[in-house]
């Protein structure tokens, strides 16, 4: 056996002593040569690998599985984008992630521990320093995406509390990154010179102006007067809240019991199987 496939059949013992079922999206095949490995040293988990039709998986889990006794390990060699179709297995689930594919550091552990809460546009977070960023302020901020506005808003209701978070997890530059490309602002968390930033004395006429060609956006008026008189009155909107707009915060695992008849939360769904495709 090789060092990678021990690797990943470590990670997945731990992974099964907290949840009983996750969901493994390998969209480039990096990890099919160890598959059969894998199950061979997993004998109490039983490995549902993707062959084309969502459907057969979501079946098979209800005919040989209906209680949810067992552990269970899906294999899906596309993004989790592309498996519209498993959405409602996914959410009863956890993703897993190889670890090597993860760099070691604070906000990475900080997105794995949330990665039911990370919005679908930022979930193939991985590597990417930037989708990182955002995806960690989405969680932080419970926004579906990158909401500067509700962000200042939230840290400035509770700069403390937030102050911590981001320098735990190494993302006070990031942060103030975020505000100088959008707004100019290079406060960082100092609450109080983000206000003094945000007051019209301060902010550069160039940024008010409609119409400047300035990449930088210009400061909504109302998140202007809120965050500089200290308010948390939410800004208006012309839609859903980000909470009824995010996925992935309408989509909550049950709790897992295994003395629970959970089966029943699965059979509701499938008499919409057989109709809703592969």
């Not at 840290?155 to 190494?170: C, F, H, Q, V």
Request: charged share 30%; glycine share 6%; proline share 6%.
């Amino acid at each position: 056996m090789g060092d990678l496939a021990d690797s990943i059949i470590t990670e997945l013992r731990q992974k099964f002593d907290r949840h009983p079922v996750w969901v493994w999206y390998d969209a480039q095949e990096k990890y099919k040569g160890v598959l059969d490995e894998v199950e061979a040293a997993l004998d109490n988990v039983t490995l549902a690998r993707y062959d084309g039709s969502y459907f057969e998986l979501k079946r098979r889990l209800y005919e040989e599985d209906p209680n949810y006794e067992k552990n269970w390990l899906f294999y899906i060699p596309e993004s989790r984008n592309e498996a519209e179709w498993f959405r409602d297995i996914h959410a009863l689930g956890r993703q897993y992630r190889v670890g090597q594919d993860i760099d070691d550091t604070p906000v990475t552990q900080f997105l794995v521990e949330h990665d039911e809460e990370i919005p679908d546009a930022y979930e193939d977070w991985g590597q990417n320093r930037e989708v990182q960023r955002l995806a960690f302020f989405c969680v932080l901020f419970d926004t579906a995406g990158p909401e500067t506005d509700e962000w200042v808003r939230a840290y400035l209701s509770n700069p403390e509390e937030y102050r911590e978070t981001i320098e735990d997890n190494a993302m006070a530059d990031a942060w103030d990154a975020q505000l100088r490309e959008e707004y100019g602002v290079t406060a960082g968390l100092d609450p109080k010179e983000l206000r003094l930033s945000f007051s019209s004395a301060r902010w550069p006429a160039e940024h008010r102006r409609p119409g400047t060609t300035n990449s930088r956006r210009t400061i909504p008026a109302q998140l202007r007067r809120s965050v500089t008189s200290g308010s948390s009155t939410p800004l208006p909107s012309s839609g859903a809240t980000p909470n009824e707009s995010r996925k992935t915060t309408t989509l909550r695992r049950p709790s897992w019991n295994r003395n629970a008849p959970t089966g029943t939360l699965l059979r509701s769904k499938v008499s919409t199987w057989a109709s809703s495709g592969s």
